[in-house]
């Protein structure tokens, strides 16, 4: 079976930019998560959507934005972008309910300029 | 703001010894698992434990939380080079959204 898959791997912008990043889930898996990894940090959690409602955000400013398809899919949206959004940003699926593990995929390295 | 602080930071030691990493956390929590995280890539999630649970094994690994020092430690036995990896402790909290909460990690590195 795929794990997460997401895109793309890498990407380069510049300042005042936007991207939209994309994440596929595993088969199943009605729950997704975004998370940001700045280099030698852990993620940080930014999103989750479940049957494509938000269910919560970290403390991330509103130029983030996500969404949810019908299939799960999932799209993170980063506008006005900062050479601090440099990061890798990482989509994560779960079966629903508590004591789940969380499924990562491999993440987008984004760059800004 | 990360909830977790792993020590220590970097571990290097031999291939075949074992390694120990230790977490804690602040807040009150629904479980607490343990990622690696080979250079680039993403996280592979190892192991979950439960809060009430105080010992937990999978294959050379072992976990023990303790919620009354709000702390955890992970031990790899018999250590391998593929180890060589970032480890990060991660505790689960629900509120409404189901996120989990990384410590910064520790690097560990297996020499053979």
């Known amino acids: 079976d795929a794990g997460v898959t997401q895109s793309p791997t890498h990407l380069i912008k510049t300042r005042g930019q936007h991207v939209t990043l994309r994440c596929s889930p595993i088969?199943?898996?009605?729950?997704v998560s975004w998370y940001q990894q700045v280099l030698g940090q852990g993620p940080q959690f930014i999103f989750q959507?479940?049957?494509?409602?938000?269910?919560g955000r970290g403390n991330f400013p509103d130029r983030f934005s996500a969404r949810q398809f019908p299939n799960y899919s999932s799209e993170l949206n980063v506008n006005a972008l900062l050479l601090g959004d440099s990061a890798l940003y990482l989509c994560a699926s779960s079966l629903a309910g508590g004591h789940q593990p969380q499924h990562f995929g491999d993440g987008t390295r984004l760059s800004i300029l | 703001s990360q909830q977790g602080e792993e020590d220590p930071q970097a571990l290097s030691i031999q291939e075949g010894e074992n390694a120990t990493m230790n977490c804690s956390y602040k807040?009150?929590?629904?479980?607490l698992q343990w990622y690696r995280q080979n250079s680039g890539r993403g996280l592979v999630h190892l192991i979950l434990i439960r809060s009430n649970e105080r010992e937990k094994h999978s294959g050379r690994l072992r976990v023990t939380l303790d919620t009354s020092k709000k702390s955890s430690s992970l031990l790899i036995t018999a250590s391998r080079a593929a180890d060589t990896a970032s480890y990060f402790c991660a505790t689960e909290i629900i509120q409404g959204a189901q996120k989990l909460v990384f410590g910064q990690g520790t690097r560990l590195t297996i020499n053979p």
């Open positions: 807040t009150s929590i629904n479980n």
């Open positions: 959507y479940y049957e494509k409602e938000e269910r």
């Open positions: 088969s199943g898996h009605k729950s």
